[in-house]
């Protein structure tokens, strides 16, 4: 069986939605970063690298990078409602998307909620968070006219995993916002969220943006080491 260390404001959302997706036997271990149990002795002998989320596998392989377990799963467990297999016609603009995200939008994400990890000076903090999601917001206006265009999924009318990954990022970001500058993203949003599946992990997504939005009003100087 595979266990998920997560937890609240991690990306295991992700992973557990394809768990979930996928019908796969797993157990939830959660970690607390807030109080910086992801540093902890116990942790980092699971990961060195302290980060969240980490999936042991059956054969007791500790995995990591979200958009890296995603594709493991799907792949090993032929999620193709998920993921195109390597000879489908779709797959290159799946893994394009995939790949866009996690080194473009996530990215990006990361430094707008913990521009203290980029900072020398927490007075410059507020001016990183700003240049980070004007440059997430830039790169969602090129994904929503190209959904406009051939949408309404990434991948046109087959739903696959990236769409979720985007809808997720969408909700740490100011979503509704998002959604009314964005009109083709606020329509992927709405199908994605209102899948089965789906919609307890956007719903849950969105209360952690917003609790973590007002902790890092309260403690700009950042909130997660």
Known sequence: MYIL??????RATLVQWVLDEGKIEYELRKIDIINGEHRSAEFLAINPAGLVPVLMTPEGDALYEVAALMLYLAERHQLTQLAPASTDPDRGHFLSAIFHIAGDIQSEMKRFHFPHRFSLRSE?????????KSLVLSRLSVMNTRLAQRGP??????????????????????????????????????LVRARPTATPYLEETERMADTYAEMMKQNPSGVIS
């Not at 410059?124 to 980070?132: E, H, R, S, T, Y």
């Open 5 to 10: 260390f997560g937890g609240d404001f991690t």
């Open 124 to 132: 410059d903090n507020a001016g990183i968070q700003d240049l980070a």
């Open 153 to 190: 999924y990434v991948l046109g009318t087959r739903f696959s995993l990236a769409d979720f990954y985007l809808c997720f990022w969408v909700a740490y970001l100011d979503r509704k916002a998002v959604c009314v500058q964005l009109p083709a993203i606020a329509k992927l949003y709405d």
